[in-house]
């Protein structure tokens, strides 16, 4: 039994074999100082974040990219293995894909905690790759392409060729800062304090980055910062904008800094083929034709962004025999 893993820093994806993805749910973990016991995990764990007493802590373990919670990561991704595999003896080969920024040492943990949850091999792949391969383009030819994977915790733009990465850059700024950063201006220019959740609401339903002129907007609840009591009020595509535009500038400059260090002939390709975003922040809304715009190359938002990198883990698979010495930044851990 094959099982891919997007350890994402806003979800965690997990495919199964020829059976898709089999298991998405938010990266969370609720856990009781008390008593020291995990409460929940995902989903269960997302519908508590924000409400607990102060017993119970609620954790994005793997926020901003980085492991902030060795300990947390690892129950959770063993809870999640448990959960698809139902805790039957698979001895399942794992492909995992996890935030480029994480260190050696943090991978390390992730792959102990996929061995403890019964992984026979454990391969590391890079997001990227996975991301392009989730597109269903093939890579492994000598031609030019370009990915940018907007997530919660990083934006991973990469150019590659045969099956490797021949430039890339990472920043830290996707999803979870543009929630924050939409926390931040309401509560500025409105005197109202929304909770992240809601701010990312806003981002999904009232964003346009590319043109905002009023119609996208949607109503939000939250604490006035003055009376302190609760508060609706109406934000616009034009909030959203000044918002997260910065923010937004500085993922278009990576992507120009991508291209200054990427070969002239695969710069050439990219210009023919288009530049493929993934993850989640693919989806806000304008961001293709900004991007097109501002780098003068046309934009593909891949079908179903989101799920681009859990289905690049679960086609690594067809290639497993070539993955490590065909595609480049993969590594192989064994029992
Ligand atoms: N329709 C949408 N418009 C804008 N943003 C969206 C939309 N849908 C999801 N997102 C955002 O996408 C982010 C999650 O994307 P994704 O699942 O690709 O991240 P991840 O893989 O968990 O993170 P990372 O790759 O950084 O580890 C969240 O910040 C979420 O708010
Ligand atoms: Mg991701």
Redesign the pocket.
């Known amino acids: 039994m094959d099982i891919g893993i997007?350890l994402?820093?806003?979800?965690v994806m997990i495919t199964m074999g020829n059976r898709g993805i089999v298991l998405n749910e938010p990266?969370m973990i609720a856990f009781n100082t008390k008593l020291n016991e995990v409460i929940a995990v995902g989903t269960e764990a997302y519908k508590m974040a924000g409400k607990t007493p102060d017993h119970i802590t609620v954790v994005q373990p793997?926020c901003d990219?980085v492991i902030s919670d060795h300990k947390m990561t690892e129950y959770m991704i063993t809870a999640f293995i448990e959960k698809v595999t139902g805790k039957q003896l698979l001895m399942p080969n794992i492909v995992m894909c996890v935030?480029s920024s994480v260190t050696d040492v943090e991978s390390r943990a992730v792959i102990e905690a996929a061995k403890i949850a019964g992984a026979k091999k454990v391969y590391l792949i890079e997001?990227p790759i996975a991301a392009l391969l989730g597109t269903g383009i093939d890579i492994s030819t000598p031609l030019g392409n370009m990915v940018v994977?907007?997530?919660?915790?990083?934006t991973?733009i990469a150019v590659v060729s045969m099956n490797g990465i021949v430039a890339k850059s990472s920043i830290k700024v996707?999803?979870?800062k543009?929630?924050k950063a939409i926390v931040k201006y309401i509560s500025n220019r409105y005197r109202v304090l929304i909770g992240e959740k809601t701010a990312?609401m806003a981002?999904?339903s009232a964003?346009n980055i590319f043109d905002p002129d009023g119609s996208r907007n949607m109503i939000i609840k939250g604490r006035h910062l003055i009376r302190g009591l609760p508060e609706q009020i109406q934000v616009s595509d034009y909030d959203i904008y000044e918002a997260i535009i910065e923010l937004i500038n500085e993922i278009i400059f990576a992507i120009k800094s991508v291209f200054e260090k990427a070969p002239p002939e695969l710069v050439g390709d990219i210009y023919n083929n288009g530049i493929y975003l993934t993850?989640?922040?693919a989806?806000?809304?304008g961001l293709d034709k900004l991007i097109a715009k501002e780098i003068g190359v046309h934009c593909h938002i891949a079908e179903d962004?989101?799920s681009c990198?859990a289905n690049g883990t679960r086609l690594a698979f067809k290639n497993i025999d070539k993955l490590l010495d065909g595609f480049e930044n993969v590594s192989l851990y064994k029992n």
Request: net charge negative; aromatic share 6%; glycine share 26%.
């Open positions: 997007d994402g820093t806003a979800n990266s793997l990219g935030p997001e994977d907007i997530g919660g915790g990083t991973d996707a999803g979870n543009f929630d990312e981002k999904i964003a993850g989640g922040g989806l806000i809304y962004p989101i990198v």
